[in-house]
């Protein structure tokens, strides 16, 4: 048995999120059906992580086992390629991977960025890819805020209530924010993240940025812990895993 690990591109404009669900189109079945198909086995996938429905991926990382040997890794991302044209998702690299290595499990660091197009202008290249705010930001108290969340914290304010995760506690690494011309990037770094965390820091920052809320009333309902008090999440579709690391 072989193990296998691939980076993956996609639009989640068009999907039910990453993972299989009973109902509608996911990047992970798609991917499941298609290698299977492929490779003429059953082929299971392991995502790092669970996207939401809308959410975007630069690379995610998965892995899969299989019996077939793959040594001609340009052939195989031709031909799979091929089968998975009709959707928005590419696979861009395939890689060689010990049987310990898991996607999930294994990863170090997980970097997503939001993108808030921030003009008068409804987006129409960018339709789909960002959350569309005509109201003029304040980037400066969003930078201040965005300092008080780096650091290890209880991030149950932003946790949505359905979140598995066993700790609310995590740690994370850096955010930071960046504009060009009228697009707003907002980074963030941490091994891992709970349900709906990033765009509900989002929604938060908006409201600063907005000046909806002061520097003190930001780090007031971040440390609360009450997600009642949690600005509405940012929409799914500004957000994009852009990369694991291990």
Known sequence: ?????????????????WQI?????????????????????????????RLDVGVHA???????????????YDKFLKSINHFLKKYEITILKIKKR????????????????????????????????????MKKLDLNLMKK??????????FSTFRKSSCRAKSPIKTMKSVKIKSIKD????????????????????????????KKWSLEKFETIMKSKKRILCAPPAPSEGLFLTRIIY
């Open 1 to 17: 048995m072989f193990r296998y690990q691939i980076i993956i591109e996609y639009v989640g404009t068009n999907f039910r999120g």
């Open 21 to 49: 669900q009973k109902k509608g189109k996911t990047v992970q079945g798609i991917l499941q059906e298609k290698i299977s198909k492929l490779l003429k086995e059953k082929i299971i996938i392991y995502g790092a992580g």
């Open 58 to 72: 630069e690379e995610q990382s998965a892995h899969f086992d299989c019996k077939n040997n793959i040594n001609q």
């Open 98 to 133: 010990n049987i310990n290595f898991h996607a999930r499990f294994s990863a170090k660091l997980r970097i997503y960025k939001y993108v808030i197009i921030n003009r008068i202008s409804r987006p129409v290249l960018e339709k789909n890819k960002g959350w569309h705010i």
């Open 145 to 154: 805020s965005a300092k008080k969340l780096v650091g290890t914290k209880d």
């Open 183 to 210: 697009t707003i990037e907002i980074e963030f770094k941490s091994q891992s993240f709970l349900q709906q965390q990033v765009r509900s820091m989002v929604g938060c920052l908006k409201y600063v940025g907005e």
